[in-house]
Structure formats: C-alpha cells, structure tokens
C-alpha cells in the first residue's frame, strides 16, 4: 500500500484559535503556525496531523465524519474539555456510554468509556 494518512482538515473561521484550542485539548504540538493553514501534530514527526484552514462561513448542520476519543477517567476527560471552553452538543444521540462535545466552532465529538476488561 503506498497511501499514508497525513492528516484530517478541518474548516474553521479562525484557524489559528481552533487549532490552538485543539492543540492544549490534545496536547499536540503546533508545525505550522500559518493564519490560514494552521497545523498540529502528536509529535513534530508523527502522523496524522490536524490541519485547520480558513473558510468564510460558520459550520452548518451536524458534521459529516468527527473524531472519537478514549480516555482513561471519561468523567475528568469531559470535565476537563468543558474547562477549557467545549460544550455538550445533542445530536440525537440519546443516552449512550460515550459523551457528545462540540468544540469552540461547533464541530463535534465523542468522549468514549473505558473499554472493558475481557
């Protein structure tokens, strides 16, 4: 195979902030700090990346594809993205295990349960 997943675009009206927000959510480090194309890493070396680019409208409607994630304490995960300025967002989920955020733009995303031990 000789695809390699270099990383996930996101739109954003301020690709700058957007891409900082994600970087301290994630930890990542910022490779490029263009105002336009702004773009975090796990590591400076490492794949896939983020890239946030400009665009002049706000999002619309629920998105199409969105990131899930697994953290270790689910609880202190959510309570910590909501500190640093992410909200919950219903999107018809209704109850379920994980945790439906939305980030400083509106773009969602799931906050998984542990996994469960075999």
């Not at 500190?83 to 989920?93: F, T, W």
Request: net charge negative; glycine share 6%; proline share 8%.
């Amino acid at each position: 195979m000789t695809l390699e997943w270099e990383q996930v675009i996101v739109d954003a009206l301020d690709p700058v902030a957007l891409g900082r927000w994600w970087a301290e959510a994630l930890g990542w480090v910022v490779v490029s700090n263009d105002p336009d194309e702004y773009e975090i890493r796990p590591a400076p070396d490492r794949l896939p990346g983020l890239l946030f680019v400009h665009v002049p409208e706000r999002k619309q409607g629920k998105n199409r594809l969105h990131l899930d994630f697994r953290p270790v304490d689910q609880r202190a995960e959510v309570s910590r993205l909501l500190s640093l300025g992410a909200r919950h967002a219903d999107v018809g989920q209704g109850e379920q295990a994980w945790v439906t955020l939305a980030d400083p733009e509106g773009n969602e995303f799931c906050v998984l349960a542990a996994r469960r031990s075999p």
